[in-house]
Antibody
Framework: EVQLLESGGGLEQPGGSLRLSCAASGFTFSSYAMSWVRQAPGKGLEWVSG????????YYADSVKGRFTISRDNSKNTLYLQMNSLRAEDTAAYYC?????????????????WGQGALVTVSS | AIWMTQSPSLLSASTGDRVNISCRMS??????LAWFQQKPGKAPELLIYAASTLQSGVPSRFSGSGSGTGFTLTISCLQSEDFATYYC?????????FGQGTKLEIK
């Protein structure tokens, strides 16, 4: 059974930093691309970032480019999102999502399994 | 970016009804479209990908159709557990984008 468990959310001041983690199990983690998708309170879904299975390729939404960094440790089956220079508009539930593409170098954007989400609140 | 127009934003229906949700794109995306269901306080769940392929474990009352710029999610016989919010998503081009959502409520 695929399981994705996010952690690391919390309250941070504008300009601060947080690192989210997503522990994966139930599948060969290194074979699959992974993504972060966020949802502001009461709002819709927004794709944030993605990374190939090998970690060699990364992708970002313009709204976070230069501030957020996605990475993965395939030896620990864990996905990360380092969030710097946080803004109030980054307040959201952050979901990690598994990609359906199983080649180490691909990234399809088709998200077949999601974690339960980690809440990030940016406020002074 | 590819703009998506999902309609209606709110849909009232009764158990046993057949309902359709529409998603229109600002440009053609072939069949690179997925549909998700989200219940309050929960993560989205994949229902359909590649416009019309049912994800494993999803009931057959859900179906998807369309290609290019117009897509439809159909629920053929609403069950109580289907009342939720539905999102379409294109994965044809970066940035991947989602529709605004359709809240399906009990009439």
């Amino acid at each position: 059974e695929v399981q994705l468990l996010e952690s690391g959310g919390g309250l941070e001041q504008p300009g601060g930093s947080l690192r989210l983690s997503c522990a994966a199990s139930g599948f060969t983690f290194s074979s699959y691309a992974m993504s972060w998708v966020r949802q502001a309170p009461g709002k819709g879904l927004e794709w944030v970032s993605g990374i190939s299975g090998s970690g060699a390729s990364t992708y970002y939404a313009d709204s976070v480019k230069g501030r957020f960094t996605i990475s993965r440790d395939n030896s620990k089956n864990t996905l990360y999102l380092q969030m710097n220079s946080l803004r109030a508009e980054d307040t959201a539930a952050y979901y990690c999502a598994k990609d359906s593409c199983s080649s180490g170098s691909c990234y399809s954007g088709n998200f077949d399994y999601w974690g339960q989400g980690a809440l990030v609140t940016v406020s002074s | 970016a590819i703009w998506m127009t999902q309609s209606p934003s709110l849909l009232s229906a009764s158990t046993g009804d057949r309902v359709n949700i529409s998603c229109r794109m600002s440009q053609g995306i072939s069949n690179y479209l997925a549909w998700f269901q989200q219940k309050p306080g929960k993560a989205p769940e994949l229902l359909i990908y590649a416009a019309s392929t049912l994800q494993s474990g999803v009931p057959s009352r859900f179906s998807g159709s369309g290609s290019g710029t117009g897509f439809t999610l159909t629920i053929s016989c609403l069950q109580s557990e289907d009342f939720a919010t539905y999102y379409c998503q294109q994965y044809y081009a970066f940035p991947y984008t989602f529709g605004q959502g359709t809240k399906l409520e009990i009439k």
